[in-house]
């Protein structure tokens, strides 16, 4: 991951590529850990309409972004809603492991910190994900749970004034 990432806001203009990446991402790691049919309903909520509704209701969606040969390419997507709940959090594959998650994550903290949050959130974290959330300092609220053929796990961040980063990188 170079220097040359950038994270921006997301606007309803950009549905089609943030679904295009999570609907890829999501076939690739999460959708065979669940039913059939709470596949088809993931999918769904990361459709290019749900991503749009989303972004207008509210929900504060950032873009991780880099040009490359005159081209913006996007490499990750950090989404909160009602600045507590951490909606969705995934990068591109050709950024996997660079901190580039991390980078989103730390930088939708401190907006939600900003607008209000006294440092707490949710995740409902992907089995595959749950080890990068423990990492974080997130603690598994219950078991995996199966809601309607999507197996996740409720997840909880609670920050200290010492914890809280006031500043986005």
């Known amino acids: 991951m170079d220097s040359y990432v950038t994270i921006r ?10 679904s295009q990446l999570l609907c890829d991402l999501s076939r690739r790691y999460l959708v065979d850990d669940f039913t059939e049919q709470g596949a088809k309903r993931l999918l769904k909520a990361m459709s ?6 989303y972004i207008r209701e509210g929900f504060c969606y950032h873009l991780a972004e880099q040009k490359q040969a005159g081209k913006v390419e996007l490499l990750g997507v950090v989404a909160t809603r009602d600045n507590s709940h951490l909606y969705h959090l995934f990068v591109a594959e050709l950024a996997q492991g660079k901190g580039l998650a991390s980078r989103l994550w ?7 910190i900003a607008n209000g949050n006294k440092g707490e959130f949710t995740v409902n974290a992907s089995l595959s994900a749950k080890a990068m959330y423990q990492a974080w300092g997130f603690v598994a609220e219950q078991e995996q749970r199966d809601t309607k053929g999507i197996i996740d796990v409720p997840m909880r961040l609670t920050l200290n004034e010492q914890t809280k980063e006031k500043t986005c990188n």
């Open 106 to 112: 730390k930088h939708a903290k401190a907006l939600c």
């Open 48 to 53: 290019e309409r749900a991503i749009r509704s």
């Open 9 to 18: 806001a997301a606007k309803v203009e950009d549905a089609a590529t943030i």
